[in-house]
């Protein structure tokens, strides 16, 4: 069983797992259009995290982590990510492709949420997804780190990987916590 992270799972993997590859999927883009009542929001004040929406074109690319979960683990690690992911995300089989090019492309399941579940939030402009970001926080951290830190891994795990709305929305975020900052005098 092999399990993809593309969100959060790229940098807080809270299950056991026997190996881990850095690599892609096609023919989608990473976008903040869920809600987060769970994680890094609440009911009344929801925060955005990443699904994967369909591109159109097999040639774009999501970047991430592949974790190969052993047999004996496969159905509790299942179950935990069923739970972990259950604000309106539903799992899914897709092709992924290794970065290292010795290795072939294999299936994998990921979680995605469709727009058909109640917690979908749609697109919206960067600027107003940061708006919504920025003050956004719950049980797992504030809804900004979880920006922060997918783009920080994203960048040290996978140099020159390019993912224009998610180091878009980490400038507009950095841009509104500079205009919070006191003026100096």
Avoid at 18 to 43: A, M, N, T
Avoid at 88 to 112: A, E, N, W
């Amino acid at each position: 069983m092999w399990v993809f992270g593309y969100g959060s799972l790229v940098w807080k993997v809270d299950f056991m797992y026997e190996k881990r590859v850095i690599g892609h999927i096609k023919g989608y883009l990473r976008r903040f259009y869920q809600h987060s009542i769970d994680h890094r929001g609440i009911p009344d004040k929801p925060g955005r995290v990443v699904t994967l929406v369909p591109s159109g074109n097999l040639e774009d690319t999501v970047w991430g982590i592949a974790y190969k979960i052993k047999q004996e683990d496969s159905e509790k690690v299942t179950e935990h990510l069923d739970f972990r992911e259950k604000n309106g995300y539903t799992r899914k089989s897709v092709m992924f492709y290794p970065q290292d090019p010795k290795m072939k492309q294999f299936p994998l399941t990921l979680y995605i949420a469709t727009e058909d579940n109640e917690s979908y939030a749609g697109p919206a402009s960067v600027e107003d997804i940061a708006k919504q970001i920025i003050n956004c926080s719950g049980p797992s951290g504030t809804n900004k780190d979880y920006v922060y830190k997918l783009a920080e891994t994203l960048r040290n795990l996978m140099p020159g990987v390019k993912d224009d709305h998610l180091f878009a929305l980490e400038e507009a975020l950095k841009k509104l916590e500079m205009a919070a900052q006191p003026k100096k005098t």
